[in-house]
């Protein structure tokens, strides 16, 4: 069974950069991707960013790029999201989502119904 464990959320002041990690077990992904998502208090969960398994591609919300980035270590099932100078309005739970079926597209694997497996979520709190 697939678990996607996330860390690295926690309570910060305005500017500075927190990254988070989700970690992925139960199976080793060659295909697909991993992507990341939030939620704020009172609104729907929203895409930021995904990064395919097998060679890298990258994909962003238009609302953090350059702001936030996105990796990967295959080797450790690791998915990373850097998310620099941070703003209060950003506070929410972030949330990894995975799946193994390939897509073919810039646009791919930005929805949240494209994903089969989801951690729990990390909470990231941004003050003033």
């Known amino acids: 069974q697939v678990q996607l464990v996330e860390s690295g959320g926690g309570l910060v002041q305005a500017g500075v950069s927190l990254r988070l990690s989700c970690v992925a077990s139960?199976?080793?992904?060659?295909?697909?991707?991993m992507g990341w998502f939030r939620q704020a208090p009172g609104k729907e969960r929203q895409f930021i960013a995904r990064?395919?398994?097998?060679?890298?591609?990258?994909y962003y919300a238009n609302s953090v790029k350059g702001r936030f980035t996105i990796s990967k270590d295959n080797a450790k099932n690791t998915v990373y999201l850097l998310l620099n100078s941070l703003e209060p309005d950003y506070t929410a739970v972030y949330y990894c989502a995975a799946v193994s079926r390939t897509c073919v597209g810039l646009g791919c694997y930005s929805k949240e119904h494209e994903y089969d497996y989801w951690g729990q979520g990390t909470q990231v709190t941004v003050s003033s």
């Open positions: 139960g199976r080793t992904f060659s295909s697909g991707a």
């Open positions: 990064i395919s398994w097998n060679d890298g591609t990258t």
